[in-house]
């Protein structure tokens, strides 16, 4: 019953998908406006079949159905609730199925709130771009990804249970969802630059209409890749938290073209420059995602994120290939349209440093694109097997960061079109201070080295920079003025500089022994008193865990090594010393040689400040929260001078194609410099195609 409600459901999403997908062609290239509010039904019957093949395979996991060759082979009775649950996105199928619902959500939210537009022609080409890429992703469902799948299994039979990695820590649960609501979000951008592209709707009107979809798939991927770096230090047993992996990049490129979107959508917006630029970095952000996907299900990579076995790998090469090769081309046919109306009047300007930081978060990307995907290319040409390890990744993008770090102090401060030397020196005078004095603390505590300390000045710098906007902020408008993009970004930039200096610590600084203990036994470490007290056994319905209890600094922790019933593999599990300053991780790296558990092999690593990567985590996503909402706003009279440049209104098969509707240019009460020096009041935008 559970295959077929689940094949029933993906059916009906493919054939929503492909119906509402034929008819907006046919509506919109005839022009027939009336036909393209008929796409809503089709997006919601693909929402329904998403829903029930998704309740289809849960119901079937939590019922132990081993009759689905899902269950059979991922599924067990001795599985606990939660990871039971989570098994969903623990394969490759399931994490399909969880895309498309994710998806599908994300198009039900767009159709309600363009309800009362959805006879717009760029609504109408959004919402077949999305169903486009819905049906897609219902074919591999029905096709080469089909979890559904029947099996017939004998007597007493039993399924393996997931990866015993992907059973070993409740993170597992929420890592993966946040991640595709972020990585599947950018899918809503990206439609409707394709829209504005198609219809020839080139002014900022678009850019208005997705401005908190893009923030919000962001911060979504944000959370996600902070919970993805977390459960590996907390699950993978070797002490880091991100070890350039792979997988691990493909969830870092798109975050990076879309963090430099985000900052150079602002220049479109305000000077009406960059339009090819961002319609290029929310198609290559959306590219990533498919290409991410490609990595991480085709079985190219070794990686224990990754699906080591997959037969979807050359339909979604062929996705990304198609994906890029139609963006490219909508670009290039608008290229003369796509003209900025305005120039860069100065490199020290805000619209200069927002160029500089694209060029280096372009550059970023391609560093960690070059070195994920040049093994393959090797091997694909000369079958020759050749690893990019941690140490070219470090070389190459810490100068990067370093620079990033130094362009989030000065940019905030600019002014749009000029700053003079005085103005720069007033307003950098204490960020300035605050960077000096986080250098000569990290001295006096006994930092040394090039690289941290100037990780550690810069960041002081930025934060100086951040905190100074924010506390001007509020000073003016209460805590209310923290609410709006340019303060919330500003909360986001003191998560990241938390990050970048919690990982310039913990990645300079860390102390690592390796200790065989009898019971009784204590050494130092790092100023840490360790002992190695004992050992138990404990039993569970999916493993058994033989921990070592270890006594540091009093109190009693225990890493362990999990035998799974299931699949007999063992998997260690570190047991981390937490504090604000620092962390004390162990593992234990080889079991108790006798039954008394006397002597036991703990490895020891003590590194600086870790805990501070997971609150700057929980900052960002905070600043992203509250600058997606609108703090106080005062608006400008609208006249032909000032009013934003106005959109295209003809679309290709007919005349008449409802414009999105100009609006006041709006702004916080608080000017981006957050001085009151009146040189960050609104100005003309020019007004051109």
Not at 323 to 345: E, H, K, M, Q, S
Request: glycine share 12%.
């Amino acid at each position: 019953m559970n295959a077929a409600l689940g094949t029933a459901g993906v059916t009906l999403g493919l054939a929503a998908s492909v119906g509402g997908a034929v008819t907006l062609v046919v509506a919109l290239v005839r022009g027939k406006r009336h036909l393209i509010a008929i796409g809503r039904s089709y997006v919601l019957l693909a929402l329904l079949g998403a829903v029930v093949a998704f309740a289809a395979m849960e119901r079937a996991l939590i019922t132990r159905d081993f009759t689905v060759q899902y269950v059979a082979d991922n599924g067990s009775s001795t599985t606990p609730a939660l990871y039971n649950v989570a098994t969903l996105w623990a394969a490759l199928e399931g994490s399909i199925l969880l895309w498309v619902l994710v998806l599908t959500g994300y198009m039900a939210l767009v159709v309600h709130k363009f309800r009362r537009r959805l006879d717009d022609p760029l609504v109408g080409w959004a919402m077949l771009t999305m169903l486009v890429v819905s049906g897609f992703f219902f074919f591999l469902l029905l096709g080469p990804a089909n979890p559904f799948t029947a099996f017939d299994p004998p007597a007493g039979f039993d399924g393996p249970g997931p990866n015993p990695l992907l059973q070993n820590h409740p993170l597992m649960a929420f890592h993966p969802p946040a991640l595709y609501l972020g990585y599947v979000g950018f899918t809503v951008p990206f439609a409707f630059a394709v829209a504005a592209l198609v219809t020839g709707r080139l002014g900022e009107g678009w850019l208005m209409e997705t401005r908190r979809w893009t923030l919000f798939a962001w911060g979504f991927l944000t959370f996600g890749i902070v919970l993805g770096a977390w459960w590996s230090y907390e699950v993978l047993n070797w002490g880091g938290y991100w070890g350039w992996d792979p997988v691990e990049n493909a969830s870092l490129l798109p975050w990076l073209t879309g963090t430099a979107y985000l900052h150079s959508v602002m220049v479109q917006e305000r000077r009406g420059m960059l339009r090819v630029w961002n319609l290029s970095l929310l198609c290559a952000t959306f590219s990533l995602t498919i290409l991410g996907t490609f990595l991480t299900r085709s079985g190219v990579i070794a990686s224990v994120h990754a699906f080591t076995e997959g037969s979807i790998g050359a339909w979604l090469l062929g996705f990304f290939g198609l994906t890029v090769a139609v963006t490219l081309g909508l670009i290039g046919w608008r290229g003369d349209r796509l003209r900025a109306p305005g120039r860069i009047d100065s490199p020290a300007s805000r619209e200069g440093a927002f160029l500089a930081n694209n060029v280096l978060f372009a550059g970023f990307a391609f560093v960690v694109l070059l070195g994920t995907v040049f093994p393959l290319l090797v091997e694909a040409a000369n079958d020759d097997q050749l690893s990019v390890g941690s140490p070219y990744f470090d070389r190459m993008t810490i100068p990067i960061g370093l620079t990033l770090l130094f362009l989030m102090a000065v940019a905030p401060v600019l002014p749009w079109r000029k700053a003079s030397t005085e103005l720069l020196s007033q307003r950098l005078f204490w960020p300035a201070w605050a960077g000096t004095a986080a250098v000569v603390v990290a001295v006096a505590l006994g930092a040394r080295g090039l690289a941290p300390l100037l990780a550690f000045g810069l960041g002081g710098f930025a934060a100086g920079a951040a905190v100074r906007q924010v506390v001007l902020a509020t000073r003016r408008q209460g805590w209310r003025g923290l609410v709006g993009r340019t303060n919330g970004g500003m909360v986001v930039h003191v998560g990241v500089v938390l990050i970048a200096v919690a990982m310039a610590a913990s990645g300079s600084y860390d102390t690592e022994r390796e200790l065989t203990m009898e019971v009784g036994d204590s050494a130092t470490v790092a100023g840490h008193e360790i002992t190695y007290v004992g050992a138990r056994t404990v039993e569970q319905p999916n493993k058994t865990s033989v921990r070592a209890q270890v006594s540091v600094d009093g109190q009693v922790h225990e890493p362990a090594i999990n035998r799974f019933t299931q699949t007999n593999q063992s998997v260690g599990t570190p047991s981390v010393a937490t504090s604000l300053t620092e962390d004390v991780y162990l593992t234990l790296q080889q079991a108790p040689d006798d039954d008394a558990g006397q002597t036991a092999a703990i490895r020891v690593i003590v590194q600086p400040l870790v805990t501070w990567l997971w609150i700057g985590g929980v900052v960002m996503v905070g600043g992203t929260a509250l600058a997606a909402f609108p703090g106080r706003r005062r608006r400008n009279p609208v006249d032909p001078v000032s009013a934003p440049v106005p959109d295209d209104t003809t679309a290709p098969g007919g005349a008449g194609a409802a414009p999105v509707e100009p609006a006041a240019p709006e702004r916080d009460v608080a000017p981006a410099d957050g001085d009151g020096t009146g040189d960050d009041t609104p100005e003309p935008v020019e007004v051109g195609t």
